[in-house]
């Protein structure tokens, strides 16, 4: 397994093709962010961990008061940033920050989005307890997660994206990622399974008070 050391030099050598790799979920990416966007309300503070290239947070603007996206990679920030301007955005922010050590006061956000990210982390427990922290009472975690573990064929699947060095560090089902979330203080509230290859389960959950 990688270190946490190690995940910011996979991150910062793959900002200049992470878009035109996620074109090929285009379609179940436009899906989350219409999902998503029916979840906010024009008055949240909102919050992307694990931003990227600011593909959500960028998405999801006009329908909010506020997002700020970060992410532990420098030159993910730089395209978002660049995107951002490009699209003249005025209520988003983009900032350089460790998901597992988040630097925002306690109960900053009404909502926290991880889109496509948990499975890819070494330590995803950490930045559940981080995005925990920094939302507030009631607050909603929105975590559409791809689940490597679902079957032998999205195992075998995700084995051979790892000989390009796009790694599952974890590798859920289902039933497993649920429990996952579950344990570490969030309450389910919606829940939908998006077959494919390696199915996505977009997953909605409250902040449990611990």
């Given amino acids: 397994m990688e270190s946490e050391s190690q995940e910011n030099k996979f991150w910062d050598s793959f900002a200049g093709r992470y878009d035109s790799f996620m074109k090929r979920t285009q379609r179940t990416y436009d899906r989350i962010i219409q999902k998503i966007i029916t979840r906010v309300n024009t008055s949240d503070q909102v919050f992307e961990v694990a931003a990227g290239t600011g593909i959500i947070s960028l998405a999801v603007a006009p329908h909010v008061k506020s997002v700020c996206g970060s992410d532990i990679s420098p030159e993910m920030i730089k395209v978002a940033e660049s995107k951002r301007a490009a699209m003249n955005i005025g209520n988003v922010e983009f900032s350089l920050s460790n998901a597992y050590d988040l630097p925002y006061e306690d109960e900053s956000f009404d909502v926290a989005i991880a889109s496509n990210v948990l499975h890819v982390m070494v330590s995803p427990e950490k930045a559940l307890a981080s995005v925990h922290r920094v939302l507030k009472p009631e607050g909603l975690l929105i975590a559409p997660t791809y689940c490597h573990g679902s079957s032998v064929v ?57």
């Fill in 154 to 210: 999205s195992r075998a699947v995700s084995l051979l994206m790892s000989l390009s060095g796009f790694r599952a560090c974890h590798r859920w089902s289902e039933h497993s990622l649920r429990d996952f979330l579950e344990s570490e203080n969030y309450e389910i509230v919606e829940y939908e399974v998006i077959p494919d290859v390696i199915p996505l389960v977009y997953v909605v959950a409250r902040k449990r008070v611990r």
